[in-house]
């Protein structure tokens, strides 16, 4: 297991579309994140995940985003009708938890950018 | 709300100078500040961590410490390296947010050969 893998790397969508971003913790990691991060600005947090249970939501997931972890492992994240302004890239995060590996440090993966039309 | 702020926004120096990134914080109740590096359109990696119990944390060339009680924390670099540019990010986590992290927006390292 290298670390956080996240899919595609890229995405060019025209405004309106749907699209979904696929993050794959490191193993053994039971909590997931999501963040966002603009040009020039420090990354934004999102949501995250203890196990299946998507546990806190920011203010910035709005209706039209929507994250899965069914089983605990991976994790999806779809926008709806996308727009420009969520052009952006999507960063992916794992870190274990009650576990004596548990520092609080968080691994981040190389995040997928999103280009919106 | 937990604000977190980085000073300078950017700095360039010559090679082999050393040199001090500076994090400030609003809230001092604070589980844990850690430093990341950011190369351009990739993603975050992890330079330190510092617990709220500690004081400093060195790898390397790198040393962190971390001042609570004022909302602190430096990120110090000796004898920088062409290699050393990058974005430099601090992070906090609170005591009571869950596990989420609070961001600054970053210094944009430049070391020139």
């Known amino acids: 297991d290298t670390g956080v893998s996240q899919d595609p790397r890229h995405k060019i969508t025209k405004r309106g579309q749907n699209v979904t971003f696929r993050c794959d913790p490191i193993s053994e990691h039971n909590r997931l994140y999501w963040y966002r991060q603009t040009l020039g600005q420090g990354p934004e947090f999102l949501t995250y995940?203890?196990?299946?249970?998507?546990?806190?939501k920011s203010r910035l997931l709005s209706d039209r985003f929507s994250a899965e972890r069914p089983k605990g492992s991976f994790s999806t994240l779809e926008i709806q009708r996308t727009e420009q302004g969520d052009s952006a890239m999507y960063l992916c995060?794992?870190?274990?938890?009650?576990?004596?590996?548990?520092?609080?440090?968080?691994?981040f993966g190389e995040g997928s950018r999103l280009t919106v039309l | 709300k937990q604000e977190v702020t980085q000073i300078p926004a950017a700095l360039s120096v010559p090679e082999g100078e050393n040199l001090v990134l500076n994090c400030s914080f609003t809230?001092?109740?604070?589980?844990?500040l850690q430093w990341f590096r950011q190369d351009p359109g990739k993603g975050l990696t992890s330079l330190l961590l510092?617990?709220?119990?500690?004081r400093e944390q060195t790898s390397g060339r790198l040393n962190a410490s971390l001042d609570k009680s004022s909302g602190r924390s430096t990120l110090y670099i000796a004898a920088s390296q062409p290699g050393d540019s990058a974005t430099y990010l601090c992070?906090?986590?609170?005591?009571?947010?869950?596990?989420?992290?609070?961001f600054g927006e970053g210094t944009q390292l430049t070391v020139n050969p």
């Open positions: 995060a794992s870190s274990p938890q009650d576990s004596r590996a548990d520092t609080g440090e968080l691994f």
């Open positions: 809230d001092s109740a604070i589980y844990n």
């Open positions: 510092i617990q709220s119990s500690q």
């Open positions: 995940f203890q196990n299946e249970a998507q546990l806190e």
């Open positions: 992070a906090v986590r609170r005591e009571t947010s869950g596990s989420r992290l609070t």
